[in-house]
């Protein structure tokens, strides 16, 4: 069935290096994706979006990137901190019914060593 | 600005006995909302989405029903809960196509 996927559930990066977060998604039809930060015992924030006609989008010390051809999206988060420890969700949307609809991975856990 | 809140933070229920959970939206008129549910260490569920005053739209059969009495209050009940209805429940709204997350409320069903 299609669905929104992470390769890796847990990820562990050192203080100061760059992390990459990948997602996986099975309709191509989505047309507009998102990435959230969870923290334990909070609800989700929005981190950054990205529509299906641009292949990247930068923020603050993150970066979507898009690959259509492959379905395939991922979130580098520069120099990464003890603070961006937590759970990484991706998110595809699809408008149905009057609203747009989204369809959420499993998250990947993100561990920032000392 | 925005802003989102739910109540309770934390509930702890009986199997068998009614729910209420509240969402109100501040700061927009007219909001989608949404609620979700997510099981440990899972995904989000989508339960039920509204597009205005008493639409409700249900995503999965379930034990649960949502209500939308006034533009920017949300609320989500059960005559009985169950056991498996425990979880950490995520109000959300959007105007648009994102959706901003409330900061949940955590059910207990024992």
């Known amino acids: 069935g299609e669905s929104v996927g992470l390769h890796l559930p847990t990820l562990s990066v050192q203080e100061g290096d760059n992390s990459i977060i990948n997602c996986a998604y099975s309709?191509?039809?989505?047309?507009?994706f998102i990435w959230y930060k969870q923290e334990s015992g909070k609800g989700p924030q929005f981190i950054i979006d990205i529509r299906s006609n641009m292949d990247k989008r930068q923020g603050q010390r993150v970066t979507v990137l898009l690959n259509k051809t492959v379905k395939h999206l991922s979130l580098q988060i520069a120099a990464t901190q003890p603070g961006d420890s937590a759970v990484y969700f991706c998110?595809?949307?699809?408008?149905?019914?009057?609203?747009?609809?989204?369809?959420f991975g499993t998250g990947t856990r993100l561990k920032v060593l000392a | 600005s925005q802003t989102i809140h739910q109540w309770p933070a934390t509930l702890v229920q009986p199997v068998g006995s009614p729910l209420s959970l509240e969402c109100t939206v501040e700061g927009t008129s007219n909001p989608n909302l949404y609620w979700y549910r997510q099981a440990a260490g899972r995904g989000l569920q989508l339960l039920f989405y509204?597009?205005?005053?008493?639409?409700i739209s249900s995503e999965v059969p379930q034990n649960l029903s949502a209500s939308r009495p006034q533009d920017r209050q949300f609320i989500l009940s059960s005559k009985k809960l169950l056991l498996s209805d425990s979880g950490f429940y995520l109000c959300a709204w959007s105007w648009g196509e994102t959706q901003y997350f409330g900061p949940g409320t955590r059910l207990l069903v024992l």
């Open positions: 309709n191509s039809a989505s047309d507009y």
């Open positions: 509204s597009v205005g005053i008493g639409q």
């Open positions: 998110a595809e949307s699809r408008y149905t019914s009057g609203t747009y609809k989204y369809i």
